[in-house]
C-alpha cells in the first residue's frame, strides 16, 4: 500500500531569519526529533527543529524497516513501544490530523527457530514476556506454524508470533509528527499553545552557553538562536554533535542495509514480519512485494554519514541459497524466486546509532540545559513516541532522571546484536 498524504497540512519552514529565541532547539528531523517537537508543542513550548538534510526523515529513517512489535528481551523497551501503540494505532485522531494515514498493518512479527537451541531460547523469551504482561505471543511447534503459514521450510522446529504487531510507514510517521508539531495551537484549540518550526539546511556548529557554562543555544551556519533547552537528537549523528559541547555520549554509527524488492508476486501480501532466529535474516511484505534485512553483527563501526553507501552483497547474502544467510532457509519459495531472476531490486542504507549496551539515551546530560533523545539502535521508529514523551517530560521537570532506565550514565553492561 501506499501512503499519500500530500492533501494535508505540512509542516512549518523557516526559510528566512531563524528566530532569536525560541523555548527549545532539537537537533534532528528524524523520527526522534521530529517525535519530541510533537509532544514539546503539545506541551505548550516553541521549538525550532534544526536539521541539516534538504528534507526531514531523509537519512536513517527513510531507510528503516517501518514495524513495530512488543516483543522484546526487556521490560524498559517494551514500555517504550507500549505506550506508543495507541497514537500510532489512531494517529489521525490522536494527532489532530484527520485523514491522515501512517499505513498501518497489523499482520503480525513471526520469530522462526530452526535448531532446538534457539527454540529453547524462544521458549525462555516468551516466559520472560508475560512477565511484562505480554500474554498473546503464541509459542507453536514447526508443524503447528506450516497449517498457518504453508510457505514456512520444513526445518522450522519452532515459531514465536504475535499478530498485534505489525508494519508502519516511518516517513508519513514523521511527516505526521511534523506537521502536528506545527499546527499544535489550532489542533490544540488554545491561544498559548506550542508551535514547532523546522530550519532545514541549516548546521549546528557549536552550542551557546552563558557565564556559568549552561548550554544556553546554538551556534549555526545560518546565524545563533538562544533556548531554554537543547535536545540532541541527531541519530548517528549525535555523537559528533555532543562533541562539540565537549560531552562523549557513545554512540557507534554502524551501517544497515534495506533490500527492497518491488512487485513480488511470490510474497503473500498478508504474512507477518518472518525472522530466522539463527541468522537474523527477515522479510516483511511491501510494496506488492518485499522489503528484506539482515543485521550483520560484523559490520564494522564507522564514522557518520551524510550519504551511507550500499553493497550488493548484502543483496546476494540473502537471496543466494547457497549463501548461509539465505532466506532460502526459512521459505523454500526464496530459492525460485532466485532461481527465476528476482524483478528490479534496489537497496536503500542508513545507520543504526548502537550504544553499549543497544538501548537508548533519554533525559539531561551533565551539561545544565543540554538533553539527549538518541541510541535507539535501530529500534527508533517503535520507540519514537515513549522516548520522545519521556524526554520532554524530563525537560519540563515532570519527572526524575534518577528514575529514568535509559539516563545518561547509567551503568551499562554490553549486550549481543538483537536480530532486527
Request: charged share 20%; hydrophobic share 45%; aromatic share 6%.
Given at each position: 500500500m501506499t501512503v499519500d498524504n500530500s492533501a494535508l497540512p505540512t509542516y512549518e519552514r523557516v526559510d528566512g531569519a531563524l528566530p532569536a529565541r525560541v523555548d527549545l532547539v532539537v537537533i534532528g528531523a528524524g523520527v526522534a526529533g521530529a517525535a519530541t517537537a510533537y509532544f514539546a508543542a503539545r506541551a505548550g513550548l516553541q521549538?525550532?527543529?534544526?536539521?541539516?538534510?534538504?528534507?526531514?526523515?531523509?537519512?536513517?529513517?527513510?531507510?528503516?524497516?517501518?514495524?513495530?512489535?512488543?516483543?522484546?528481551?526487556?521490560?524498559?523497551?517494551?514500555?517504550?513501544v507500549?505506550?506508543?501503540?495507541?497514537?500510532?494505532?489512531?494517529?489521525?485522531?490522536?494527532?489532530?490530523?484527520?485523514?491522515?494515514?501512517?499505513?498501518?498493518?497489523?499482520?503480525?512479527?513471526?520469530?522462526c527457530s530452526r535448531t532446538e537451541l534457539s527454540a529453547a531460547k524462544g521458549r525462555e523469551l516468551v516466559a520472560l514476556q508475560r512477565?511484562?504482561?505480554?500474554?498473546?505471543?503464541?509459542?507453536?511447534?514447526?508443524?503447528?506454524?506450516?497449517?498457518?503459514?504453508?510457505?514456512?521450510s520444513p526445518e522450522i522446529r519452532q515459531v514465536r508470533f504475535r499478530a498485534g504487531d505489525g508494519f508502519i510507514d516511518q516517513v508519513a510517521l514523521?511527516?505526521?509528527?511534523?506537521?502536528?508539531?506545527?499546527?499544535?495551537?489550532?489542533?490544540?484549540?488554545?491561544?498559548?499553545?506550542?508551535?514547532?518550526?523546522?530550519?532545514?539546511?541549516?548546521?549546528?556548529?557549536?552550542?551557546?552557553?552563558?557565564?556559568?557554562?549552561?548550554?544556553?543555544?546554538?551556534?549555526?551556519?545560518?546565524?545563533?538562536?538562544?533556548?531554554?533547552?537543547?535536545?540532541?537528537?541527531?541519530?548517528?549523528?549525535?555523537?559528533?554533535?555532543?562533541?562539540?559541547?565537549?560531552?562523549?555520549?557513545?554512540?557507534?554509527?554502524?551501517?544497515?542495509?534495506?533490500?527492497?524488492?518491488?512487485?513480488?508476486?511470490?510474497?503473500?501480501?498478508?504474512?507477518?514480519?518472518?525472522?530466522?532466529?539463527?541468522?537474523?535474516s527477515h522479510w516483511r511484505p511491501a510494496l506488492a512485494g518485499a522489503f528484506a534485512l539482515r543485521t550483520d553483527?560484523?559490520?564494522?563501526?564507522?564514522?557518520?554519514?551524510?550519504?551511507?553507501?550500499?553493497?550488493?552483497?548484502?543483496?546476494?547474502?540473502?537471496?543466494?541459497?547457497?549463501?548461509?544467510?539465505?532466506?532460502?532457509?526459512?521459505a523454500p519459495f526464496w530459492r525460485e524466486v532466485w532461481h527465476s531472476g528476482p524483478p528490479a531490486w534496489q537497496l536503500m542504507a542508513g545507520q543504526y546509532e548502537y550504544t553499549p549496551d543497544h538501548r537508548p539515551f533519554i533525559g539531561p546530560t551533565d551539561q545544565p540545559g543540554l538533553f539527549v533523545n538518541t541510541g535507539y539502535s535501530g529500534h527508533g521508529v517503535m520507540c519514537s513516541a515513549g522516548g520522545a514523551r519521556r524526554t520532554v517530560d524530563l525537560l519540563l521537570g515532570r519527572a526524575s532522571?534518577?528514575?529514568?532506565?535509559?539516563?545518561?550514565?547509567?551503568?551499562?553492561?554490553?549486550?549481543?546484536h538483537d536480530v532486527l
Open positions: 521549538v525550532l527543529v534544526i536539521e541539516r538534510r534538504r528534507s526531514i526523515a531523509s537519512l536513517t529513517t527513510a531507510a528503516a524497516t517501518g514495524a513495530f512489535r512488543l516483543q522484546h528481551d526487556n521490560v524498559d523497551e517494551f514500555a517504550l507500549h505506550e506508543g501503540l495507541p497514537l500510532y494505532l489512531n494517529f489521525a485522531d490522536e494527532s489532530g490530523l484527520t485523514g491522515w494515514n501512517l499505513g498501518i498493518r497489523q499482520q503480525g512479527y513471526l520469530f512477565t511484562f504482561g505480554l500474554t498473546d505471543v503464541e509459542l507453536l511447534s514447526g508443524d503447528e506454524a506450516r497449517v498457518r503459514w504453508p510457505y514456512l514523521t511527516h505526521g509528527y511534523a506537521a502536528a508539531s506545527s499546527h499544535a495551537a489550532r489542533i490544540n484549540g488554545a491561544r498559548g499553545s506550542g508551535h514547532a518550526t523546522y530550519a532545514l539546511e541549516t548546521t549546528v556548529i557549536g552550542f551557546v552557553r552563558d557565564a556559568s557554562g549552561a548550554v544556553i543555544g546554538v551556534h549555526t551556519n545560518r546565524g545563533d538562536v538562544n533556548a531554554s533547552q537543547t535536545v540532541i537528537a541527531a541519530g548517528p549523528w549525535s555523537g559528533a554533535v555532543a562533541r562539540l559541547a565537549a560531552l562523549d555520549l557513545p554512540i557507534a554509527p554502524t551501517i544497515r542495509q534495506k533490500l527492497v524488492i518491488p512487485d513480488l508476486p511470490a510474497i503473500d501480501q498478508r504474512a507477518p514480519m518472518t525472522i530466522d532466529d539463527e541468522t537474523g553483527p560484523e559490520t564494522p563501526v564507522g564514522e557518520p554519514l551524510l550519504e551511507v553507501p550500499t553493497d550488493e552483497a548484502m543483496a546476494h547474502a540473502l537471496l543466494d541459497p547457497a549463501s548461509p544467510t539465505s532466506l532460502a532457509l526459512l532522571a534518577a528514575d529514568e532506565p535509559f539516563r545518561v550514565g547509567r551503568p551499562m553492561t554490553a549486550r549481543a
